[in-house]
């Protein structure tokens, strides 16, 4: 079964510092990756994604992601946290194999300290 | 101009109402989806239309019905409605069905009393 897993409810940064929220993922096959924002009262916006080619994926406020085939994981990073970073982020994934949608994981609250 | 838009954006009624949710969206898009996030947040699909056909019926009730008049518009009809159905309900769009990068709607707040 697909199935995304975000293990951090909450990732707290202070300003300035790199950030990092995680994403690893369970599919079959070579699925496409992809990283949403919530911010409050807002609908998700799409980040960036990743579906074949370089690891390293760069999209949207300056945020990136690594993508680890081994380790099945698709980290989202960012080199300087701001305070208007703070918001929800989720992690999804498209099988490619099998159903035709975005599973999607529990998301990840990050909160950016000034 | 708004790329995906919702309306009501808030919908309050009362246990056992008939309710509808409107969404367009002018991206020329032939993918659209109904989400509902629920309390914790948790994201998970209900439906999702191709060029106006079901693709997608997720484990959700039948008292949900979507329809689409065309392919710029997914509504979301609502029966009998129940304490549990209280959540946000998202719509989204996107250019092709397999894994293109959805567009949201700003969400429509469901609370039934």
């Known amino acids: 079964a697909q199935s995304v897993a975000q293990p951090e409810d909450q990732v707290n940064v202070a300003e300035g510092n790199p950030l990092t929220v995680k994403c690893t993922y369970s599919?079959?096959?070579?699925?496409?990756l992809f990283w949403y924002v919530q911010y409050p009262n807002r609908g998700l916006q799409f980040l960036l994604k990743?579906?074949?080619?370089?690891?390293l994926v760069k999209g949207s406020y300056g945020f990136e992601a690594e993508f680890n085939k081994s380790q099945t994981s698709f980290h989202l990073k960012k080199p300087s946290a701001l305070v208007s970073d703070s918001a929800l982020y989720f992690c999804?994934?498209?099988?490619?194999?099998?159903?035709?949608?975005?599973?999607f994981g529990t998301g990840t609250r990050l909160t950016v300290i000034p | 101009d708004t790329a995906v838009s919702q309306t009501p954006k808030y919908l309050v009624t009362q246990m056992g109402n008939d309710k509808s949710i409107k969404c367009e969206q002018n991206?020329?898009?032939?993918?659209m989806y109904w989400y509902k996030q629920d309390s914790k947040k948790f994201l998970k699909i209900m439906f999702s239309?191709?060029?106006?056909?079901?693709?997608i019926n997720e484990t959700v009730p039948n008292r949900f019905s979507p329809k689409s008049p065309d392919k710029a518009h997914l509504n979301l009809h609502i029966n009998s409605l129940e304490l549990g159905d209280s959540a946000v309900y998202f719509c989204?769009?996107?250019?092709?069905?397999?894994?293109?990068?959805?567009?949201f709607g700003p969400g429509t707040r469901l609370t039934v009393l």
């Open positions: 991206l020329g898009h032939d993918t």
């Open positions: 599919v079959s096959g070579n699925p496409y």
């Open positions: 990743y579906i074949t080619g370089d690891n």
């Open positions: 989204a769009s996107s250019q092709q069905l397999a894994g293109g990068s959805q567009f």
């Open positions: 999804a994934v498209y099988p490619q194999t099998g159903a035709n949608n975005l599973f």
């Open positions: 239309y191709n060029n106006k056909e079901l693709i």
